[in-house]
């Protein structure tokens, strides 16, 4: 079974159409915006639209929550880890 580390990578890069990246390029606990991935705000809208597909998690667009969840592969696996146990 994949972990689900690897299971964010992997949403991260089918949602985003990243196809020059594995999930062994994403480092974990690297920035996913700006630094690290370098992601921009249309990605996290993106991103946000897969979690609600996949995991039926709804987040704020704005809000500070939402941009703490969105730091990190750590930070949205914590956050799926979390609304799985719901």
């Known amino acids: 079974m994949q ?3 690897q ?8 949602a985003l159409q ?3 990246i ?3 390029d994403i480092d974990a606990d690297a920035p996913l915006f700006v ?3 370098g992601l921009d ?5 993106e991103l946000g639209v897969a979690l ?4 039926g998690i709804s987040l704020s667009a704005d809000s500070a929550e939402t941009r703490r969840h969105f730091a990190s592969v750590r930070t949205l696996e914590a956050l799926i880890a979390e609304h799985r146990t719901k």
């Open 52 to 55: 609600q597909k996949r995991y």
């Open 41 to 45: 705000s249309i990605d996290a809208l």
């Open 35 to 37: 630094e690290g991935l």
């Open 7 to 14: 299971e964010v990578k992997g949403l991260i890069i089918e």
């Open 22 to 24: 594995t999930p062994a």
């Open 18 to 20: 990243l196809e020059d």
């Open 3 to 5: 972990s689900l580390e």
